[in-house]
């Protein structure tokens, strides 16, 4: 056995006086690190999140006083309030008693989707970690459990190395903190710009269910190669690309700092707010409805189109390529398959038959075990949505933009359980397929 390594030498170059744990200026600075919470972790302990349910036109103006209520902190999981459907709010501790006694007051009904948050999210993270020691023991990616973006980016690296004649990597770009936008290229023409496929995931961080469907389907795509009729001939005509994390920055934030968030992680210049919300920052009436300005709303559409250097990394990719024919954007959670448009009522021109490729997109999707999944424009079963992802696609000539809202429809939303992440998966792919094959035989 060799001696140990003194720890550390004494630079010569360097003064030494930088380095001493007693010098004032690092004192300063470690405790602004624990100060300003860069070593904590948000916790949700006995945060709730209430199912609404407004019944007319008064009872959505009174939700809407109480979400927008500065002091309550109220986070919201699932549209803003509109008939027919719930709306889930997640609600922290310290506001649960003056929640309830303004829903009560105000005689709203409600019910609580979830009892204890932090429950959950303890449970994932436990599941998280006996994953990564399975893993390290049997050298093999666990399809059916969350990852880390560098175990996702290595599992990527290990599906070219499974599949080099069909399938290689191509970094688009790096985010705002300088991680890779790292894509899957599945393409049997040499060198041609054939028409392509996008697969876009994790374009909102928390979402965390569509970065492990899109890698489930990069895989089971250089699998399904050469046996699935579909996929075959598909491929003989067009090239697919996959980017399973669209929002890195985003996406390692939810796993050291913060599970909820939505965001990118860029700087608002005078403001101490960070971040822009990816799906309204594309320039397709870009700064319109269903957007706002302040840098500290979840849904802030950033300082101008394409602001975000992870949202320009994709669009000057697709701009370039030039031939890209169906654009796909995965989200969760609430169950439905969307097509432009976001920021209008106004149908769009090919309305119709992408109304009927979802429709059969969902009864492929359900004929798995039953998932039921809506169907309809963005503006018309959501709610109104400038800047989106799939607005820009359609906008620029991709004809087939749909995106995708996956498991489930609230009772866990974001936490999702790893054991739905196969499942989740596996539903998707059929309806993956049918939009496809449908590209394929029409283009
Ligand atoms: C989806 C596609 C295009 C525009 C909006 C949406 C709804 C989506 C959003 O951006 O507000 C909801 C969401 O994140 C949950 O996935
Ligand atoms: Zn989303």
């Known amino acids: ?98 929640v309830k006694s303004f829903l009560e007051d105000h005689d709203l009904e409600y019910s609580v989707a979830v009892e204890d948050l932090q429950t959950i999210l303890d449970a994932e993270k436990q599941e998280m970690q006996h994953n990564v020691h399975q893993e390290l023991s049997s050298n093999c990616f666990n399809y059916g459990a969350y990852h880390t973006l560098e175990a996702i980016h290595k599992e990527m690296d290990n599906i070219v190395k499974y599949y080099p004649r069909l399938v290689s990597t191509v970094t688009i770009g790096h985010s705002f903190e300088n991680r890779s936008m790292y894509v899957l290229k599945f393409s049997t023409g040499e060198g041609r710009q054939r028409p392509a496929l996008w697969l876009n995931a994790g374009i909102h961080a928390r979402e965390w269910v569509s970065p492990a469907t899109a890698i489930w389907t990069a895989r089971k795509i250089a699998c399904d190669y050469g046996k699935d009729a579909i996929i075959t001939s598909t491929l003989k005509k067009m090239d697919i690309f996959v980017l399973p994390v669209a929002n890195p920055d985003g996406y390692v934030y939810t796993h050291t700092h913060n599970r909820l968030w939505r965001k990118t992680r860029s700087v608002n210049p005078g403001s101490t ?33 394409h602001s975000e250097v992870e949202v320009k990394s994709v669009a000057d990719f697709i701009k370039k390529h030039g031939n890209f024919k169906c654009f796909i954007d995965l989200h969760s959670f609430s169950q439905m398959v969307l097509y432009p448009y976001g920021y209008t009522a106004t149908k769009a021109q090919d309305a119709d038959e992408l109304d009927m490729v979802a429709r059969n997109t969902a009864k492929a999707l359900a004929m798995l075990s039953g998932t039921q999944y809506r169907v309809g424009s963005i503006f018309s079963i959501t709610y109104a949505a400038s800047g989106s992802t799939v607005d820009w696609a359609y906008d620029n000539g991709i004809k087939y933009a749909f995106s995708f809202e996956l498991r489930d429809t609230g009772d866990y939303g974001f936490a999702l359980p790893a054991s739905q992440i196969i499942p989740t998966a596996q539903e998707t792919w059929l309806g993956l397929k049918t939009i496809i094959e449908h590209v394929r035989d029409n283009i």
């Open 1 to 98: 056995m060799s001696l140990p390594q003194t720890p550390y030498k004494y630079s010569l170059t360097q003064p030494l006086y930088d380095w001493h744990p007693w010098n004032m200026k690092w004192i300063l600075f470690f405790g602004a690190l624990i100060g300003s919470g860069i070593c904590d972790r948000e916790t949700f302990s006995g945060h709730q999140v209430f199912r609404i349910n407004v019944r007319n036109g008064d009872e959505i103006s009174k939700l809407n006083r109480l979400v927008n209520s500065d002091n309550l902190k109220l986070n919201l999981w699932k549209s803003p309030p509109a008939l027919g459907h719930p709306t889930d709010v997640l609600v922290p501790s310290v506001s649960l008693q003056e």
């Open 273 to 305: 707010c960070i971040g822009t919300d990816p799906n309204r920052n594309w320039n397709s009436s870009f700064g319109g409805v269903g957007s706002i300005a302040d840098p500290c709303s979840e849904v802030y559409h950033g300082p101008y189109p």
